[in-house]
């Protein structure tokens, strides 16, 4: 069924540094980020209760992979060499997430959707994440349509 998505809403607070930002933002700083969850339903249509999914799904799958890996935690690029070095060394202990990406909010909501897409894969098409920064700034990565 076309023209029907489910939205849920998810919260994590993380402190990531942008490596070669113009500005503030290539200091070690945080967010109280907020993202959205978009999807639809694939081949199946609605359930029998008429809903895409229960949103408490979104929450279990996507709201435990954000709780695991970015949720008060650091995420860095892994070729960022002080961040890199810090977590090798003093801070290896802490809760840090190494990403292949430089940890902008457009190459956060591409991952996410990613791994939405991978934990979500029964019968439901994620086409869209939102990573909120704060309330005035995000970005957005789209997946397919049905």
């Known amino acids: 069924m076309t023209g029907?998505?489910?939205?849920?809403?998810?919260h994590f607070c993380a402190g990531h540094r942008v490596v070669g930002h113009e500005g503030k933002c290539a200091n070690?700083?945080?967010?109280n980020y907020v993202t959205f969850i978009h999807v639809q339903a694939?081949?199946?249509?609605?359930?029998?209760v008429g809903r895409i999914v229960d949103f408490g799904v979104i929450k279990e799958k996507v709201g435990a992979w954000l709780d695991e890996h970015w949720d008060h935690g650091f995420i860095y690029w892994h070729s960022d060499p002080e961040v890199a070095a810090l977590y090798a060394g003093p801070l290896a202990s802490m809760k840090h997430f190494a990403a292949d990406w430089n940890p902008t909010a457009e190459?956060?909501?591409s991952h996410l959707l990613?791994?939405?897409?991978?934990?979500?894969?029964?019968?439901?098409?994620?086409?869209?994440?939102?990573?909120?920064?704060?309330?005035?700034?995000?970005?957005?990565?789209?997946?397919?349509?049905?």
């Open 4 to 10: 029907i998505a489910a939205v849920r809403r998810l």
């Open 28 to 31: 070690l700083h945080g967010h």
């Open 42 to 48: 694939g081949g199946g249509g609605l359930d029998k």
């Open 107 to 109: 190459n956060m909501a």
């Open 114 to 146: 990613g791994v939405a897409t991978q934990l979500l894969c029964a019968d439901l098409l994620v086409t869209k994440v939102e990573i909120w920064e704060t309330e005035n700034c995000y970005a957005y990565a789209f997946g397919e349509e049905p």
